[in-house]
Nanobody, 114 residues
Framework: VQLRESGPGLVKPSTTLSLTCTVS??????????WTWIRQSPGKGLEWLGV???????NYNPSLKSRTSISRDTSQNQFSLQLTSVAPDDTAVYYC???????RGQGTQVTVSL
């Protein structure tokens, strides 16, 4: 299984960050597989953002729930992250991953700045 994140590396404050994870080697609709977005900021640990399950159900980090949305495109075998009203504190390396098994993409740096 391979995951690859894509999206803009620079996002302006107060706008929406949008990232896509393309999955190969596994169907995102396969039973009981849970897909997740996580991020890591300088000086901070890994922060879990949310998940989307094989049947499209979602669950989010309570501290970010009001700004986070995860969706999927089963025809493209992709799932996506949207984070609204971003601020410099949202600057991080963003990863898509499997919740179990520790398979993740290489990560993509997102910087929130003017």
């Amino acid at each position: 299984v391979q995951l690859r994140e894509s999206g803009p590396g620079l996002v302006k404050p107060s706008t929406t960050l949008s990232l896509t994870c393309t999955v190969s080697g596994e169907e995102i609709t396969r039973g009981y597989v849970v897909w997740t977005w996580i991020r890591q900021s300088p000086g901070k640990g890994l922060e879990w953002l949310g998940v989307i399950t094989y049947d499209g159900s979602t669950n989010y980090n309570p501290s970010l729930k009001s700004r986070t949305s995860i969706s999927r495109d089963t025809s493209q075998n992709q799932f996506s992250l949207q984070l609204t009203s971003v601020a410099p504190d949202d600057t991080a390396v963003y990863y898509c991953a499997t919740l179990v098994g520790g398979i993740r993409g290489q990560g993509t740096q997102v910087t929130v700045s003017l």
